[in-house]
């Protein structure tokens, strides 16, 4: 009797120091950062044009904001923030989704988790209401970790996640054609970065990809280590830019890695990364790492984006 109930301890003590270690990391904190495409908005367009997007990032940060400060997890978080850039036309991912140079829209998406470096993606959907969704699925329901095109969208019906058809994301067509006359280019992919108060961390990315891009062409949003990483050892990052150079460069596992082991911080390892290996003008990332801290920088002249932390910190921008 009395050896079970020593054990009987023993096993609560251990829960009890296992526990509080995991939350030690974080303490109830949590921080999110999201971004909406980097790019050249003009710093001349209009104030209503301005306003939208800061309004939107607004919302958007809010929502994740909230997730996380009721105890959510990162994972929920960055899902529900894209998810609900997708549902946006303003972006250019779900809904506001480019097209390509044959008047397609071909979406992509990825979602990683820091526990275990599981991950999810989606590329080329072209019927997925929701791509953030279904790529959270791949990761959580599926052996596998990546579906292309009619595979892809086959296995959402198979899910019962919103189908759509192509021309759904045809709403923004007008307003894109006019932006690109009257404004200077916006890219408008979506991504979000988070580390909840358990210390986990989550990042997740989508997007329509470039305007005018060649039918059946990937990006790097739905690449793991290229456009997406999360590590609960080192960091989260979600890229935006030109894909191409985020594919070659191994943009978002290139911060982790200099920070496992170079042992940069946070901040070190996303600008060199952002300023001295990606070329100027392509692009920028989000990213949090195991503290809390956050880094968003981007070498073109504006970068939609946002963070938030349990500090109070709540902030949009979209120029330096
Ligand atoms: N990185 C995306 C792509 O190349 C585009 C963007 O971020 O704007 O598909």
Known sequence: MKVISFVTIIIILSFFFLHNESFAQSEGKYTIVIHGGAGYISPEISQEIKKAYLSSLKVALKLGKQILSEGGTSLDAVEQVVKFFENDSLFNAGKGAVFTSTGWHELDASIMNGIDLSTGAVAGVKKIKNPISLARLVMEKTPHVLFAGEGADNLGKKFGVGIVE?????????????????????????????????????????????????????????????????????????????????????????????????????????????????????????????????????????????????EGIFEVAIWK
């Open 166 to 310: 192509n021309n759904y994301f045809d709403i923004h067509r007008r307003y894109q054609q006019w932006k690109l006359k009257q404004q200077e280019e916006v890219k408008g992919t979506v991504g979000c970065v988070a580390i909840d108060f358990y210390g986990n961390i989550a990042a997740a990315t989508s997007t329509g990809g470039l305007t005018g891009k060649w039918p059946g062409r990937v990006g790097d949003s739905p690449l793991i280590n290229a456009g997406t990483y999360a590590d609960n050892n080192t960091c989260g990052v979600s890229g935006t830019g030109q894909g191409e150079l985020f594919i070659r460069l191994t943009v978002a596992y290139n911060v982790s890695a200099l920070m496992k082991y170079k042992n940069y911080s946070l901040e070190e390892a996303a600008k060199e990364i952002v300023f001295n290996v990606l070329p100027e003008g392509s692009g920028g990332i989000i990213a949090v790492d195991k503290d809390g801290n956050y880094a968003l920088p981007f070498n073109t002249a504006s970068m939609l984006r946002g963070v938030a932390n349990s």
